[in-house]
Nanobody, 117 residues
Framework: QVQLVESGGGLVQPGGSLRLSCACAASKIIFSNSAMGWYRQTPGKQRELVAVITSGGSTNYADSVKGRFTISRDNSKNTVYLRMNSLDPEDTAVYYC?????????WGQGTQVTVSS
């Protein structure tokens, strides 16, 4: 099982910013050819897509985060990032890193993001 380790979550006030990181233990070749994504989940709700970035660098975002969140990747570090600005209490969730390669999904353990005053 390839390991994905998220970090950067925490408590932030409304309007604040956070940057999540996800380090992947796969080889650089596999990581660079993987689509990477961030999902989030709140209690009682299904896990939802936040943002994805393809191996070629194309990105896609949930409508609720467009203009506020930015996904990026550094293939030299096997790491994907999620920059979150203008955070709202509605963004409170556990955020999960996802790697998709050859049709198989891999997940991290999740990191809690809480937006509250």
């Amino acid at each position: 099982q390839v390991q994905l380790v998220e970090s950067g979550g925490g408590l932030v006030q409304p309007g604040g910013s956070l940057r999540l990181s996800c380090a992947c233990a796969a080889s650089k070749i596999i990581f660079s050819n993987s689509a990477m994504g961030w999902y989030r989940q709140t209690p009682g709700k299904q896990r939802e897509l936040v943002a994805v970035i393809t191996s070629g660098g194309s990105t896609n975002y949930a409508d609720s985060v467009k203009g506020r969140f930015t996904i990026s990747r550094d293939n030299s570090k096997n790491t994907v990032y999620l920059r979150m600005n203008s955070l709202d209490p509605e963004d409170t969730a556990v955020y999960y890193c996802n790697r998709r390669y050859l049709g198989i999904n891999y997940w991290g353990q999740g990191t809690q993001v809480t937006v509250s005053s």
